[in-house]
């Protein structure tokens, strides 16, 4: 939950926000409903600082900045573990913070200074563990901890064509584990193809064995940085349609979950082929409309979704306007009939009507540094979670108010991620 550079450690608010037994799971880095919310919480803690509130704390073994997913009694999560070399995947005692079990999933820790390949969040089904490295390591493991399978997917299809450490994390839908790779079509230094073009996919894995079941090589117009993409597959349904949704390479596309066929394709938010536009923030869906935020400070772009083929300008809801409602990293929430957007560098948190694109309200916060970490809502309330452990609680809803602000991390602390 949180990378630190000095120490790293999981705090879990209070009884409530470690969720219940009768609650709801979070089996995935964005919730159970793929949006950063979770419909079944109740009771989840306001009032919390490093002296009241916790119910428990514990070090990791290194530095990480995937996401913890809870599955009834377990945590889990990854980390850096430098007495092992490698990534390591962890099972937590949800109720004590004790770690039940620890795999090592592959060698090395990192490939560049600003992060490492414990990246990728954890997914689960309730009957299996899916953990991804930037290193390209998939591992399924069972609740026990027992590896069934194991694949390096760099070994298999090519390293990443990337500046910088992938992390992009798998997705479990409907029986199937699916992984997105968005790449540079000419390799980075030593990374990706020297003797041929580097291809972006959608790969589609059975998650009972790590066979193939089919990949979708995803074109782009993009150039050089703007084709690499950290985001994550966001699954959808609208009108009775599943869809996977992929934003990156300057676009977003939607995509059938049975063969990867792309249905629908909007972009350019580049027309002038800037070259060092990577993408960060996942897409989220709700009432109907898929928002995609360009980088870099560009406009956050929304598209109705059901439609087919190429979509045009013209097709968009919306395109929103002003310095604040943008994001950088941060992937949007959509919560009880609202999206709120978080600019991770101006500190802006804005909620929006999905249909229009009208801003409802925009408010600062008073954070030291920037908020890279996603917006995360439940119970009526909005969690948010700056570089120095900062955590805001914001009210949900048509009326901003700050319920909470304090400070969980160490004060020197200014790498937190997640």
Known sequence: MISAKKSTAVFLLSVSLVLPLAAGDWPNWRGPEYNGSSPD????????????????KVKLPGQGASTPIVWQDGVYVTSADETQNGIVA???????????????????????ERSNFAGPSATTDGNIVVFFTGAGDLAVLDLDGKELWHRNIQKDYGSFAFQWTFSSSPLLY??????????????????GFKDKKNESYLLALDPKTGKEKWRHIRPSDAVQES??????????????????????????????????????RWGTWNKEKIGHWRLVPSPVAGDGIALACAPKGA???????????????????????????????????????RFYILNDRNKYLTCVEPATGKVIWSERLDAKVKLEAS?????????????LGEVFVVQAGDEFKLLNQTQLGEAQSTNIRS
Request: net charge negative; proline share 6%.
């Open 174 to 191: 409907h029986g199937t584990l699916y992984l997105q790779v968005l790449q540079r079509d000419s390799a980075v230094g030593d990374r």
């Open 90 to 112: 962890l099972r937590l005692n949800r109720e004590t913070g004790e770690t039940v079990w620890s795999k090592k999933l592959g060698e090395g820790i990192n490939q560049d």
């Open 227 to 264: 084709l690499e993409a950290f985001s994550t597959p966001i699954p959808t349904t609208h009108n009775g349609r599943d869809e996977i949704l992929i934003v990156g390479g300057d676009c977003i596309t939607g995509h059938d979950p049975e063969t990867g066929k792309e249905l629908w």
């Open 375 to 387: 917006p995360t809502a439940a119970d009526g309330k909005i969690y948010l979670l700056s570089h």
């Open 41 to 56: 919480e109740s009771d989840l803690p306001v009032k919390f600082s490093k002296e009241s509130g916790i119910k428990w």
């Open 299 to 337: 406009p956050v772009y929304a598209v109705p979704l059901g439609g087919s083929g190429k979509l045009f300008d013209s097709n968009l809801a919306w395109v929103s306007e002003g310095k604040e409602v943008n994001s950088d990293v941060p992937t949007p929430l959509f919560y009880q009939g």
